[in-house]
């Protein structure tokens, strides 16, 4: 029988007490390509926005010789693939005194945890990815986990191909070839977020119509992390539709550690699929931090990635470095290298400063009184066991 269990570490301290590992999915590295096509879309939808863009689209092109594309721009987190890795592995291993088993996951790319195998400490890390999977005019992010190494290569090739040139029939027969490595985990990331805003209706229609093709080759749905309570409880009632088991996911992209992990009784990631997949057995436990007001921790990730962190290793401190767009000649380039006058214009470095100052106190305290949920949502997602 297939279980599902939910635990709050505010509420339980003792809740990985007889557990092996804790198990750490779904974060982030500066290998990850973080889409800007968000901005382009906020200039179309809010109409108070349209003459500041065409304003500063003008502004480029005369000063620049640059015409903004958003869609070939995008930007990285700020923790290399050593610096996320010790982030997740520390929080497992000294606030729940347990073993740690990291699996990370950047948007369609495996360079991290292929870096990471150098390392004595990460050597038996995952090769993991997070696809971006077209369907229709939308698209669903699936962790991938766990890819056997000698594949990697094959399936990063494989997968590319395919979003050059999706179709809903060959998205089946991937996720079939995926489902038939035996220790492959294969999740479906944050189900309920519309993330490329089709509208909230239609999007539930296309996960119908995703799962009614696809279900039998996804292993668990995703309680993610930076998403909200009550997005949250929907993907548990989504999963209860569909008879399956909910996984933790922080989908961290900042500098805090993961809100959610697994507890399990595994010493490995093999294991680990195994008690997933095969056993149907899940263990999600929230830490702390998801109790935190979800505005105030989105704009604690929103600070995360506009900081500069002098002490972290060069590419990674400015986050000017971290942001990247086309030049004149079209070879993508950090921005730090395009601006005119060697530093970001007047009315961006104002823009990031007035943001900063929400993160400062006493106003950022302010905003999180605000911002504070009522104490019953902290276990809003339901009964601890889920059948």
Same mark, same amino acid.
């Given at each position: 029988?297939?279980?599902?269990?939910?635990?709050?570490?505010?509420?339980?301290?003792?809740?990985?007490?007889?557990?092996?590992?804790?198990?750490?999915?779904?974060?982030?590295?500066?290998?990850?390509?973080?889409?800007?096509?968000?901005?382009?879309?906020?200039?179309?939808?809010?109409?108070?926005?349209?003459?500041?863009?065409?304003?500063?689209?003008?502004?480029?092109?005369?000063?620049?010789?640059?015409?903004?594309?958003?869609?070939?721009?995008?930007?990285?987190?700020?923790?290399?693939?050593?610096?996320?890795?010790?982030?997740?592995?520390?929080?497992?291993?000294?606030?729940?005194?347990?073993?740690?088993?990291?699996?990370?996951?950047?948007?369609?790319?495996?360079?991290?945890?292929?870096?990471?195998?150098?390392?004595?400490?990460?050597?038996?890390?995952?090769?993991?990815?997070?696809?971006?999977?077209?369907?229709?005019?939308?698209?669903?992010?699936?962790?991938?986990?766990?890819?056997?190494?000698?594949?990697?290569?094959?399936?990063?090739?494989?997968?590319?191909?395919?979003?050059? @040139?999706?179709?809903?029939?060959? +998205?089946?027969?991937?996720? !079939?070839? &995926? *489902?038939? %490595?035996?220790?492959?985990?294969? =999740?479906? @990331?944050?189900?309920?977020?519309? +993330?490329?805003?089709?509208? !909230?209706? &239609? *999007?539930? %229609?296309?996960?119908?119509?995703? =799962?009614?093709?696809?279900?039998?080759?996804?292993?668990?749905?995703?309680?993610?992390? &930076?998403?909200?309570?009550?997005?949250?409880?929907?993907?548990?009632?989504?999963?209860?539709?569909?008879?399956?088991?909910?996984?933790?996911?922080?989908?961290?992209?900042?500098?805090?550690?993961?809100?959610?992990?697994?507890?399990?009784?595994?010493?490995?990631?093999?294991?680990?699929?195994?008690?997933?997949?095969?056993?149907?057995?899940?263990?999600?436990?929230?830490?702390?931090?998801?109790?935190?007001?979800?505005?105030?921790?989105?704009?604690?990730?929103?600070?995360?990635?506009?900081?500069?962190?002098?002490?972290?290793?060069?590419?990674?401190?400015?986050?000017?470095?971290?942001?990247?767009?086309?030049?004149?000649?079209?070879?993508?380039?950090?921005?730090?290298?395009?601006?005119?006058?060697?530093?970001?214009?007047?009315?961006?470095?104002?823009?990031?400063?007035?943001?900063?100052?929400?993160?400062?106190?006493?106003?950022?305290?302010?905003?999180?009184?605000?911002?504070?949920?009522?104490?019953?949502?902290?276990?809003?997602?339901?009964?601890?066991?889920?059948?």
């Amino acid at each position: 029988m297939q279980q599902s269990r939910i635990s709050y570490a505010w509420q339980q301290p003792e809740a990985a007490r007889g557990y092996i590992s804790g198990v750490s999915l779904h974060s982030h590295t500066n290998q990850s390509k973080e889409t800007l096509d968000f901005l382009a879309k906020m200039a179309v939808e809010f109409r108070i926005l349209r003459p500041l863009f065409a304003s500063r689209e003008r502004r480029c092109r005369e000063n620049h010789g640059i015409e903004l594309n958003y869609a070939a721009s995008y930007w990285t987190p700020p923790l290399t693939p050593r610096l996320a890795f010790d982030l997740e592995r520390r929080q497992i291993e000294d606030r729940l005194q347990i073993s740690a088993l990291v699996s990370i996951t950047d948007h369609d790319d495996i360079q991290a945890p292929l870096l990471l195998r150098s390392v004595p400490s990460a050597r038996h890390i995952p090769v993991s990815l997070e696809w971006t999977a077209p369907f229709a005019e939308t698209a669903f992010h699936l962790g991938i986990h766990n890819l056997p190494s000698a594949l990697g290569p094959y399936w990063m090739e494989t997968l590319a191909k395919f979003t050059a @040139n999706p179709s809903d029939m060959q +998205l089946t027969a991937l996720l !079939a070839e &995926l *489902h038939a %490595l035996p220790n492959v985990l294969i =999740l479906f @990331n944050h189900p309920m977020w519309d +993330l490329y805003r089709i509208g !909230a209706d &239609l *999007h539930r %229609l296309r996960i119908d119509q995703f =799962l009614a093709r696809n279900a039998e080759f996804i292993h668990a749905f995703e309680l993610n992390g &930076l998403r909200s309570w009550p997005e949250n409880r929907e993907v548990i009632r989504l999963a209860q539709k569909w008879k399956q088991i909910v996984i933790s996911g922080g989908d961290r992209h900042g500098v805090e550690p993961n809100a959610n992990v697994n507890l399990t009784h595994a010493t490995s990631f093999n294991e680990f699929v195994q008690e997933v997949r095969y056993e149907r057995r899940s263990h999600v436990l929230f830490m702390p931090q998801y109790a935190e007001p979800w505005k105030h921790r989105i704009l604690q990730s929103t600070l995360d990635a506009i900081r500069n962190y002098p002490d972290f290793p060069e590419g990674s401190r400015n986050w000017d470095d971290r942001v990247y767009h086309p030049d004149a000649q079209g070879v993508v380039r950090p921005v730090s290298q395009l601006w005119a006058a060697g530093q970001a214009p007047g009315y961006i470095r104002y823009v990031l400063a007035a943001v900063r100052m929400m993160g400062i106190a006493p106003l950022s305290s302010g905003l999180r009184f605000a911002w504070n949920e009522p104490h019953e949502l902290r276990t809003a997602l339901g009964e601890q066991e889920l059948a």
